[in-house]
Every structure is written in structure tokens, then in C-alpha cells.
């Protein structure tokens, strides 16, 4: 068995299951130990003939079998019940504990794990753990009094038997407990090659379309070969070992069992008294069906010893990912009631934990309650990552970014999320219906909202064209709609939360700019009063807006209306010249 941190409360949880299962489980080893001595009596009896003259005694026999093969009958159903309806609990309240952390864990954490070797942990991993609380208890509780119990019998039949036998059985446990810490070592390897033939494959699948648009499906089965073969190796070193450790036990057994027939018959032959009975036929029967019972305990005990070395691999791998480090966390809360929409950059400098470089540098302003601002500048400025620190996915220093005058370090994270619309620029769409991706945010929400929402985002007589409208079933990622549709389906569900900070970050790049030109139009009727803040690259998208943050270098270039920019910021001038002519170019406009 396996203890940790993350475990032991299982045992307390699961106290009961397991208590009636070592109880039934010990019943039936008890009863199981009784079946030698019956058939031993009845080979002596058949030996002299006695027997064929009392049909009493062979009725008695009879029943006394049927009564035992029906309470291992029962016995048998009920600690599988117990163990295994104890072990598979275990294994969904272990995976729930790994779903709520893996939620709690930051962007960072999910940038340096990589989630095929995560889901491994949801999967083999937990796997491995159920088995030891199912397979594991009956292993242990078998080995201890299963064990015991059969080799007092076979002291009670023949000690002399029974000592010779108990040489070769230790030998053979002293190399089963080597080979158990070496058998942990390769399925630790195992397990490894797993993860990274997961992630391989996992990526390649997120990614097929870009696979198949560059022609690389032979160079990518080429790939995946070398990592499917480096995991076929792993799994064969490790077989090749778990089958040695079998073979040196069964080979230990067939030594054994050879060399007490043989001794037995030289006893029987003898006619020797052992606590005051001669050994007979029946009687070396009978210590031979103790022994064979007493194989399995044996075999439990290596059973166990593997089970728990691989059980100890992936409960540390399981440990490692609950021990991980929650980033993002309250500390001196400021009661607030309610979020207006005020922003403040206070000198904020930004860089990411994995990095030496600022992505942002020294900013500085105030978005106003209800102002609609725009955020432009080349790509790799910093845009994105300044409305992240938004949300707190990542810290920063204190009193540099203030919401509503309280410094956002100090506020409830999950009250400022509550208060934000996000939509992203990777537009994630769940593989769902369409009105529970627009609800997403809401459990339950009236239809009737879903629907003024998706008009909102002009994406209503998209849906009403599809054959099940709102209760489309959308592909994985969304992948059934057009990349105007998803953003449009995105937006709309940001528009349902009707936040008091609503952030567009490029959201509307892969829209007409009619269609674009009618999101503006929705938004700027609804959103009046409410914050609003567009990362754009087309500044028709920007150019109407109360004001506009020119992002460069990581710094803040210029702020303005579009109007003040384009007469005193060359950041700004330079990005609205090369769009005039991308626009006179395509036969478009863009706003002077």
C-alpha cells in the first residue's frame, strides 16, 4: 500500500469499505483452509475403503464442500464490492482534486508542462492508484493472513516439510524485493515516454489542418515512429523485467513443490508420526493443498511489491502536480462592492517569469469610467499583455495597476474576472451547443438574452441558417464555424455577462468591415456608460473611440483621439498611411 498527503485522507473516507472487505476477505481464507483436510480425509478413506461403507460420512463431506464454495461464493462478490467500489471512488475524488487544481494553476504553469503529459496523470496514472486500493488490499490482506494461516497448517501436518519449504520462499522474496525497486525505476521510464508519445500526440491532432496545408504527413509519421518506438522500448524493458520477476517466482514454486513431493513421499513411505498422526497419502495431499494455497500469498507479496513500486511512481508524479505552486492568490483584501470601470497604469513594468526582457515598460494612464479606448501598435508591442495583467493571470507590483483606485493586487481576483468580458484573440469555443457556448458564463440564463446577444455580435441569421439553429452541436474548437463566426460567437458571449470592463483584443480581424462597422454601431449603443477597451489592428476600428493608446517597443507611444494622433504621432501616422493604402489597394476606405 501507498501513503501521502494527497491519500491518507482516502483511508479514513473509505474506512468502512475497507473494514468489511479484510473482514469477508479473512472469512473466506478460513473457510478456503478447510478444503485440504476434507479431501485428505476422503483420499485415506478411499485408500483403505473405509468410506465406500458410510454413506453418512461422504454425505457429511459433501456438504460441508457445497457450504464452503457457497460462502466463498458470497464472500468473493462482497470484498470485490467493497475493495473495488472503495478503489474506483478513490480514483474520481483523486481526479477531482487534480481538476480543481489544474484550474487554480496560472498561464505560466500550462506554458512550461505541456498537457499531454498532464492528462497522463488523469489517466495511467490514476489508473495505477486504483489498482493498488483495489488489487492492493487483496494482495496484502492475502499475503498476511492467508499466508500465515496456511503454512501454521502445514507446521501442524508436517513441521519438517514446512521448514524446508520456507528456505526457498524467502530466497525467492529477497530477490522479488530487488527486482521491485529496479521494476519502479522502469515504469517511472515507462510512464515518461508515455507522457511524451501523449503530448506528440496530442499536438499533432490540436494541429492537423496545419499539418495537412504543408504537405508534412510523411515527416510527421516519421516523428511520431521515433516516439512511438522510444515508448515501445521503454514498455518492453519494462515487461522484460516484470516477466523475469514472475518467472523467478513460478520457477521457485515448481522447485519447491517438486522437492515436497518427493520428501513427502519418502515420509509417507516411513510412516512417521507428526502431533500424534501418521503421514499418509491423504495426509501429504493435504500439505500439498496448503502449499499450493500458500503459492498465491506469495505471488500476492510480489504482486503487491510491484504494484506498489509503479503506484509510488505515479503517486510522487501526482504529488509533484498538487504540490505545484498557486501563482495567483488573495492576500490584504479591499472590500469593494462594486466595479465601476476606472483604470489606472501607475509605472507599470512588466516581464514574464520565464524571461529577462520587459514586455512592457513604464506605463502610464487612466481609462475613465465608460470610456470606449482603443489600443494599436505593431505586433509584439505589449497590447495583449497589457490587458492580461487586467485579470490577473499574472502578479505584478503593487499600486502600478488600480482598478477603481484599489490596487488590483488587493482586490478578490475572481470579483475582478466577474466584472471583466474578455474576448481573446484565439477565439475558444467549446464542443457544445451554440447557446451554451454564447451562456458559458451563466448556469442557467434566458434564451431570450442568448438570442439579443448573438444579434449584438451580427451573428443571429449565421446561427438561424445552420439546421438546429441555437442547438447546433459544434465541433472541437469550434472548428464547424468560419473564423468570423467564432469571433462573432465570442463577442456575443462577453456581451451576455454585460461587464463593467469589456475587452475586444483583435476580435474583429477576421470580420468585413461592414460586418464590423455593424458590431461598432451594437456596441456603442449598449455599452454606453460601461468601459470598453479595443486591441485593433485596423484602425477603422479604433478611430471613433473617446480616445487611443499607440502601444511601441513595449512603451507607450501616444494617447488621443484619432484626430490629435494623427497630427503629432508617427507611430500612428505611419500605421493609418500603410492602411490607406492596403484599403485604396483592395478598392476600400479607412477613415481619414
Not at 494623427?566 to 489597394?585: A, F, G
Request: aromatic residues 12%.
Amino acid at each position: 500500500m501507498i501513503t501521502g498527503k494527497y491519500i491518507n485522507k482516502f483511508y479514513k473516507k473509505y474506512f468502512w469499505h475497507f473494514f468489511f472487505g479484510i473482514a469477508f476477505l479473512v472469512v473466506i481464507d478460513i473457510f478456503q483452509l478447510f478444503i485440504p483436510e476434507i479431501v485428505g480425509k476422503l483420499i485415506d478413506g478411499v485408500k483403505d475403503a473405509s468410506i465406500f461403507n458410510n454413506v453418512h460420512l461422504i454425505t457429511r463431506y459433501f456438504i460441508e464442500l457445497l457450504a464452503i464454495a457457497l460462502i466463498m461464493l458470497v464472500g468473493r462478490f462482497a470484498w470485490r464490492y467493497l475493495f473495488y467500489g472503495a478503489a474506483t471512488r478513490v480514483e474520481t475524488d483523486l481526479r477531482m482534486d487534480l481538476f480543481q487544481k489544474s484550474l487554480k494553476l496560472s498561464n505560466q504553469f500550462y506554458k512550461e508542462h505541456k498537457i499531454g503529459g498532464i492528462m497522463a496523470l488523469f489517466t495511467n496514472d490514476l489508473e495505477v492508484i486504483k489498482d493498488v486500493f483495489g488489487d492492493g488490499f487483496l494482495f496484502l490482506v492475502d499475503a498476511i493472513f492467508l499466508g500465515v494461516l496456511s503454512f501454521v497448517k502445514m507446521i501442524m501436518v508436517n513441521w519438517i516439510l514446512a521448514i524446508i519449504s520456507l528456505i526457498p520462499l524467502t530466497i525467492m522474496m529477497i530477490c522479488a524485493l530487488i527486482l521491485s525497486k529496479l521494476l519502479e525505476n522502469r515504469f517511472k521510464e515507462k510512464q515518461e515516454a508515455y507522457d511524451s508519445l501523449s503530448d506528440f500526440t496530442e499536438e499533432n491532432f490540436t494541429g492537423i489542418h496545419v499539418i495537412k496545408a504543408f504537405v508534412k504527413e510523411v515527416v510527421e509519421v516519421n516523428e511520431f515512429k521515433k516516439v512511438n518506438q522510444n515508448n515501445y522500448k521503454k514498455e518492453i524493458a519494462h515487461i522484460k523485467l516484470a516477466t523475469m520477476l514472475d518467472i523467478l517466482l513460478e520457477g521457485f514454486i515448481m522447485l519447491i513443490l517438486a522437492t515436497m513431493i518427493g520428501i513427502g513421499a519418502y515420509f509417507v513411505v516411513s510412516e512417521k508420526e507428526y502431533f500424534g498422526t501418521t503421514f499418509t497419502i491423504g495426509r501429504m495431499f493435504e500439505f500439498i493443498g496448503y502449499f499450493d494455497t500458500l503459492i498465491w500469498p506469495f505471488f500476492a507479496i510480489a504482486l503487491l511489491l510491484r504494484m506498489r513500486a509503479q503506484a509510488k511512481a505515479s503517486y510522487k508524479r501526482i504529488e509533484e502536480f498538487l504540490d505545484s505552486r498557486v501563482d495567483i492568490v488573495d492576500n490584504d483584501i479591499d472590500n469593494i462592492d462594486t466595479i465601476r470601470g476606472k483604470i489606472e497604469f501607475k509605472n507599470l513594468s512588466f516581464r514574464y517569469p520565464d524571461s529577462d526582457i520587459n514586455t512592457l515598460n513604464n506605463i502610464s494612464f487612466v481609462i475613465n469610467p465608460g470610456e470606449s479606448v482603443g489600443i494599436v501598435g505593431k505586433t509584439g508591442s505589449g497590447k495583449t499583455t497589457l490587458v492580461d495583467l487586467l485579470l490577473r493571470i499574472y502578479n505584478i507590483n503593487e499600486n502600478e495597476l488600480l482598478i477603481d483606485d484599489k490596487d488590483i493586487m488587493h482586490l478578490p481576483f475572481k470579483m475582478v474576472r466577474d466584472n471583466i468580458g474578455y474576448v481573446i484573440q484565439d477565439n475558444f469555443i467549446f464542443s457544445d451547443t451554440i447557446e451554451k457556448n454564447i451562456a458559458f458564463a451563466y448556469d442557467e440564463v434566458d434564451f431570450s438574452k442568448v438570442e439579443a446577444a448573438s444579434k449584438m455580435a451580427d451573428l443571429d441569421t449565421n446561427i438561424k441558417g445552420f439546421a438546429n439553429t441555437y442547438q447546433t452541436i459544434l465541433g472541437e474548437r469550434g472548428v464547424t464555424l468560419s473564423g468570423g463566426q467564432r469571433q462573432r460567437l465570442s463577442i456575443a458571449r462577453a456581451l451576455l455577462k454585460d461587464p463593467k470592463i469589456l475587452i475586444l483584443d483583435d476580435s474583429m480581424s477576421a470580420v468585413d468591415t461592414k460586418t464590423e462597422a455593424d458590431i461598432l454601431n451594437n456596441l456603442k449603443s449598449i455599452r454606453s456608460g460601461k468601459t470598453t477597451i479595443m486591441i485593433a489592428h485596423r484602425i477603422s476600428t479604433v478611430c471613433n473611440l473617446d480616445k487611443i493608446i499607440v502601444m511601441d517597443n513595449e512603451m507607450i507611444s501616444g494617447i488621443g483621439t484619432h484626430e490629435e494622433l494623427l497630427k503629432n504621432n508617427s507611430i500612428y501616422q505611419e500605421l493609418h498611411h500603410l492602411q490607406k493604402l492596403e484599403s485604396d489597394i483592395n478598392g476600400g476606405d479607412i477613415s481619414e
